[in-house]
């Protein structure tokens, strides 16, 4: 039985299916009966009308991004509408979201498998073309290694890589959060009463926390 947050994404092919409801009435009606039972809440539904060839998905990214909001696993119909479009798979990777097919419901890790086993390929491809690079360099008798400088200016990169790190994680979250808080600050509710609806909401802090304080809400602004 399903458990947890979801949101469901819809996709239909054409305006005009969207307005009439074709094929986007029988999407539904497949999540709905995968999850009936358990323990489980529908965050949202997200419908993008669209043709298939096309790699511009906003209401895709949508999607995603109340996924990482309300730590949700992405939920869709049928595989076969996003698992041939290169641009879902990518979006889908680097959004670091969990999915579910109706359809398929071992295609998440399924999937997740056959994208490492070709990356890990590619990798080692990559190394062995390097390392014959490598051996005919030094073949010709040019000169490998150098100076690999100061062991301290080595850490202090390292630790200027994870700040900025840190920093791009706390960025990308805050911009997930940030429509709400616009859309609370649009009602003339203050800071605490916005950390209220967004604990309410479920809404987990950067943290995974579940409650918000004012100050999280001012830090949130800030970085928008």
């Known amino acids: 039985m399903a458990q947890g947050h979801f949101v469901a994404y819809y ?3 054409t305006e005009r299916q969207g307005r009439s409801g074709l094929g986007l009435e029988a999407q539904q009606a497949s999540v709905r009966d995968y999850l009936n039972g ?3 809440k529908l965050v949202a539904e997200v419908t993008e009308v669209e043709s298939g060839k096309r790699n511009d998905r906003p209401k895709l990214a949508e999607a995603l991004r109340l996924c990482r909001l309300h730590g949700a ?3 869709i119909a049928k595989l076969d509408r996003l698992a041939r479009n290169v641009a879902f798979v990518s979006n889908l990777m680097e ?3 969990d999915f579910t097919a109706v359809d398929f419901p071992q ?5 997740v498998h056959i994208l ?3 990356a890990e390929h590619e990798a080692k491809a990559i190394s062995q073309r390097t390392k014959a690079a490598l051996q005919a360099a030094k073949t010709r008798g040019v000169r490998l290694g150098g100076d690999r400088g100061n062991i301290r200016q080595i850490r202090a990169k390292g630790t200027a890589a994870s700040v900025v790190s840190r920093v791009a994680k706390a960025n990308a979250r805050a911009a997930d959060v940030l429509p709400v808080i616009r859309e609370c600050q ?3 509710r203050s800071l605490r009463a ?3 609806e967004l604990t309410a909401r479920g809404i987990p802090t950067a943290r995974g926390v579940g409650t918000w304080t004012a100050i999280q809400v001012r830090r949130v602004l800030l970085r928008g």
């Open 11 to 13: 996709r239909v092919s």
């Open 38 to 40: 358990g323990t489980w």
């Open 73 to 75: 696993t992405l939920i």
């Open 95 to 97: 959004a670091g979201v």
């Open 107 to 111: 295609a998440n890790r399924l999937t």
């Open 116 to 118: 490492a086993a070709v």
């Open 186 to 188: 649009a009602g003339g």
């Open 194 to 196: 916005i950390a209220g």
